[in-house]
């Protein structure tokens, strides 16, 4: 299978290095969307690991996700700057744009707090944020 | 007409100046036929996007000032970015190159006074670097405050052969984004700052650790390294990128991730620097700490650097200016300036032109500060007198519309979010302390469903009124500031007892 040949590929790249397991995993996350148990167990065998272990490491970061969603995706930063200019009164806009085409969830930071709101989608980001903006970011995403 | 002669526009390739469209703009010159260089960011970020023609700035512009950039009438003309008042009084030592150079430019770099440092260094013996480090007084620019010299001793003295370099730079608090400009702007100087330090004490590897959140970070970092190879070498750089965990910044659950185990916090001690990454000796030093280092070692670095300051916080911090600020952005100077400078002098007050309510110091753990306590020197002593700290620097302003029983209870649901789990106060702790906050601003509605849980069979059965809730919620505090294992649940408090203190009113119902 495809899959499974460009998941050896993966792990085969990061075999050589210290601590090659979040690399790996990113790589995963990148490559399929999620790491699903089964990747997990292929993980867990490559690295000499139990599967509760790779399982522990996926289930602790937030980048990490078991099940594929394949919406778009828009992350809203909601710390403490971008809450002082203002964003907690973009949310109902932004989710309403949203609706259920859209994943919509909450990042802690940018650093770009001098210029907030700000969000991301994909690498691409967003400062200065206003109503009418997010909800133009959000319907192109 | 005749057309204008080929010009050279230099514009920030910053994520910020980025997120403000600073690709259009650079775009929209080329298309008028200018030769565009994309520079490192001012840290000016309300005039960001800046766009530089012949020496005068322009910002924030959009594509659609372009031709009166270009004839000189554009009514966004700023004069001389150095010779502005937002810049002009700054001591930049680590942000020194900010808008000067192109951020991958190895000719840049060595212009400026790139390599100095390093090829310094390695005129000395290792015992050398570290006492001119330790007679700079630099403390660790993280939050800790802990003197970079003794630490590099500590390693350097550990027995062992294989001991690494780890640069913190997992910058997660909320208001800083110091780290990122460096990272973003004068990647260079990162990595001459851990080749000094693997010099120093003997390690043959540095591990860079960063956020997801920064790609563009990410990106400038590896291009850098791979540039500065044979400079560096034999020594080893690896970028590693984190994965949404804010404790990660904390030492040593970075350790564990890099080690590719789960971000949870190790006792100590042992300390990294005797039992650090897989077990060996290990410097964690923070970004900005790091990149003070060429500074300090090129000749005469260590003098100029102990000269300033005040006490004993020695040399300059670069301070984050965010929020609702009118003026917000990058701002280093020597320590000892006030934060009634910082806010209204400098920043201009607040962005939507209220009152300033609240400055909150240090990112998402640090104090809450009112305007009646704006004359506290930058200081780390000062601040932590003061039930305050400084943490990585970053000041977010607040205006009067803000309500601090509301971001007292985020600073308990961030922690709770964000808990490693490891220790009972932070993972517990700081989940009780939404659902009291919740209480207290809902109005006590007794009796308190938590008392009445079987296991709570100690608890008092009288009903608790507002006093005993407060009460109740700076015991929770007391025990989650002495009894967390790091700082997560050790300076979530810090927020939510200045809050309390100081606007009362913001927690009755």
Redesign the interface.
């Known amino acids: 299978m495809v899959r499974d040949e460009s998941l050896s590929e993966i792990i085969a790249a990061h075999l050589g290095?210290?601590?090659?397991?979040?690399?790996i995993?990113?790589d995963v996350q990148a490559a399929f969307g999620c790491v699903d148990p089964a990747a997990q167990e292929v993980i867990a065998k490559a690295?000499n690991l139990s599967r509760a272990?790779v399982h522990?490491?996926v289930s602790?970061?937030?980048?990490?996700h078991e099940d594929v969603d394949a919406r778009p995706h828009v992350e809203l930063c909601r710390?403490?700057?971008?809450?002082?200019?203002g964003v907690e009164a973009l949310v109902d806009a932004a989710e309403g744009a949203a609706g259920n085409r859209v994943r919509l969830s909450t990042?802690?930071?940018?650093?770009?707090?001098?210029?907030?709101p700000?969000a991301?989608v994909g690498?691409t980001?967003?400062?200065?944020l206003t109503s009418e903006a997010l909800v133009k970011v959000i319907e192109n995403a | 007409m005749t057309p204008s002669p080929a010009k050279t526009v230099r514009i920030s390739d910053d994520?910020?100046a980025?997120?403000?469209g600073a690709d259009a703009i650079a775009a929209a010159f080329v298309a008028a036929g200018c030769t565009v260089e994309r520079v490192s960011s001012w840290g000016m970020?309300?005039l960001?996007p800046l766009v530089e023609v012949d020496g005068i700035g322009y910002g924030p512009a959009t594509p659609t000032d372009v031709p009166a950039i270009l004839d000189g009438t554009s009514p966004l003309a700023i004069g001389a970015p150095a010779e502005h008042p937002f810049i002009k009084p700054q001591q930049r030592l680590t942000f020194a190159r900010a808008g000067l150079t192109r951020p991958l430019s190895l000719a840049d770099y060595a212009a400026t006074g790139g390599w100095e440092g390093l090829t310094r260094a390695r005129s000395l013996t290792p015992i050398e670097v570290i006492a001119e480090v330790t007679q700079s007084g630099l403390r660790g620019r993280g939050g800790a405050g802990f003197p970079a010299g003794i630490k590099w001793k500590t390693v350097a003295d550990a027995p062992g052969t294989r001991k690494y370099v780890v640069c913190n730079a997992d910058?997660?608090?909320?208001?800083?984004?110091a780290?990122?400009m460096l990272m973003e702007g004068d990647p260079f100087q990162l990595v001459e700052g851990i080749a000094i330090a693997a010099y120093a004490v003997g390690a043959a590897?540095g591990y860079i650790y960063t956020r997801?959140?920064?790609?563009?970070a990410i990106a400038k970092l590896q291009a850098a390294i791979e540039l500065a190879r044979d400079i560096i070498a034999p020594l080893h750089i690896?970028v590693?990128?984190?994965?949404?965990?804010?404790v990660c910044g904390e030492e040593t659950s970075l350790l564990n991730?890099?080690?590719?185990?789960?971000?949870?916090v190790r006792a100590k001690p042992p300390l990294p620097a005797l039992e650090g990454l897989?077990g060996c000796p290990t410097v964690v030093n923070n970004v900005l700490t790091v990149a003070a280092i060429p500074h300090i070692m090129a000749e005469g670095g260590a003098e100029e650097y102990a000269r300033l300051g005040i006490d004993r916080s020695l040399g300059t911090k670069p301070i984050?200016?965010?929020?609702?600020?009118k003026h917000?952005?990058l701002y280093e100077t020597a320590f000892g300036i006030s934060l009634r400078d910082l806010v209204y002098t400098i920043g201009g007050g607040t962005?939507s032109g209220r009152p300033v309510k609240a400055v909150?110091v240090g990112g998402?753990l640090g104090a809450y500060l009112a305007p009646d306590q704006f004359d506290i020197p930058f200081d780390y002593e000062a601040y932590a007198r003061a039930d305050a700290l400084i943490g990585h620097g970053?000041v977010?302003?607040?205006?009067d519309t803000?309500n601090m029983g509301a971001?007292a209870r985020?600073a308990m649901a961030?922690c709770a979010a964000?808990s490693?789990g490891k220790c009972t106060p932070c993972r517990i702790g700081s989940t009780r302390g939404v659902e009291l906050i919740d209480r207290i601003r809902g109005g006590a509605v007794t009796p308190d469903p938590v008392v009445a849980l079987p296991q709570m069979h100690n608890a008092p059965k009288v009903d608790r009124q507002h006093e005993g809730d407060i009460a109740l919620l700076e015991d929770l505090c007391e025990t989650m500031k002495f009894g967390s294992l790091c700082a997560l649940g050790g300076f979530a408090p810090y927020p939510v007892l200045s809050a309390l203190r100081h606007w009362p009113a913001d927690f009755k119902a």
């Open positions: 290095r210290e601590g090659p397991l979040l690399p995993l990113h690295l272990e522990g490491v602790f970061y937030h980048d990490f710390a403490e700057a971008c809450q002082a200019r990042i802690y930071c940018l650093g770009l707090c001098s210029a907030g700000a991301r690498d980001l967003h400062a200065r | 994520s910020l980025l997120a403000l970020h309300w960001e910058e997660g608090d909320s208001g800083t984004f780290d990122r590897t997801s959140e920064y790609p563009h690896e590693r990128t984190g994965a949404g965990a804010y991730s890099i080690e590719g185990k789960r971000g949870i897989f984050q200016l965010a929020g609702n600020i917000g952005g962005a909150q998402p970053g977010v302003v607040f205006d803000a971001l985020f961030f964000e490693c």
